[in-house]
Antibody
Framework: QVQLQQWGAGLLKPSETLSLTCAVYGGSFSTYYWTWIRQSPGKGLEWIGEINQSGNTNYNPSLKSRLTISVDTSKTQFSLKLTSVTAADTAVYYC????????WGQGTLVVVSS | DNQMTQSPSTLSASIGDRVTITCRASQSISTWLAWYQQKPGKAPKLLISKASNLESGVPSRFSGSGSGTEFTLTISSLQPDDFATYYCQQYNSGPYTFGQGTKLEIK
């Protein structure tokens, strides 16, 4: 049974960098792409980007200029960094496995406010 | 981006009803479509992948169909646990995109 557990700062000021990490427990880490998704009332569910164990990434073009997703295969973890955040980045952020997303992490509410 | 449009946005129904939710893609996605159920405060849960493949543990009252640009999710006989928000998602090509959701409410 694969489980994803995520963590990171939940309150940021505008212009700061959002950082989240997701740990994968169980299952195969090497077979899949590992994904970040966010959900906000205004924009619904939005795919942020993905990474595989080799470090190959695909990003949403709308976020690409501010986004870095990285992987640590020794810890079976992957991370998200989003720079220069604004209020529009306020959302619940999820990690998930694959491209038909299953399972999901528990979600982290990130609020950007001065 | 491939825009996914669900209808209706809200659906009121009663226990035992048969309900259908529609999802349309702006470009063909073959059968690379997933359906999710989300309850308040929880992460979405994958119900169906590849348009019609029921995930393990998902009740057989859920079914999916379609290909190309038009897809449906059907619940054959609504149960109390089914009142939630449902999303479709295409994974034919990036950026992977979701529908705006259909909230299934108790009538």
């Amino acid at each position: 049974q694969v489980q994803l557990q995520q963590w990171g700062a939940g309150l940021l000021k505008p212009s700061e960098t959002l950082s989240l990490t997701c740990a994968v427990y169980g299952g195969s880490f090497s077979t899949y792409y590992w994904t970040w998704i966010r959900q906000s009332p205004g924009k619904g569910l939005e795919w942020i980007g993905e990474i595989n164990q080799s470090g190959n990434t695909n990003y949403n073009p709308s976020l690409k200029s501010r986004l870095t997703i990285s992987v640590d295969t020794s810890k079976t973890q992957f991370s998200l960094k989003l720079t220069s955040v604004t209020a529009a980045d306020t959302a619940v952020y999820y990690c998930a496995r694959g491209r038909r997303f299953d399972p999901w992490g528990q979600g982290t509410l990130v609020v950007v406010s001065s | 981006d491939n825009q996914m449009t669900q209808s209706p946005s809200t659906l009121s129904a009663s226990i035992g009803d048969r309900v259908t939710i529609t999802c349309r893609a702006s470009q063909s996605i073959s059968t690379w479509l997933a359906w999710y159920q989300q309850k308040p405060g929880k992460a979405p849960k994958l119900l169906i992948s590849k348009a019609s493949n029921l995930e393990s543990g998902v009740p057989s009252r859920f079914s999916g169909s379609g290909s190309g640009t038009e897809f449906t999710l059907t619940i054959s006989s609504l149960q109390p646990d089914d009142f939630a928000t449902y999303y479709c998602q295409q994974y034919n090509s990036g950026p992977y995109t979701f529908g705006q959701g259909t909230k299934l409410e108790i009538k």
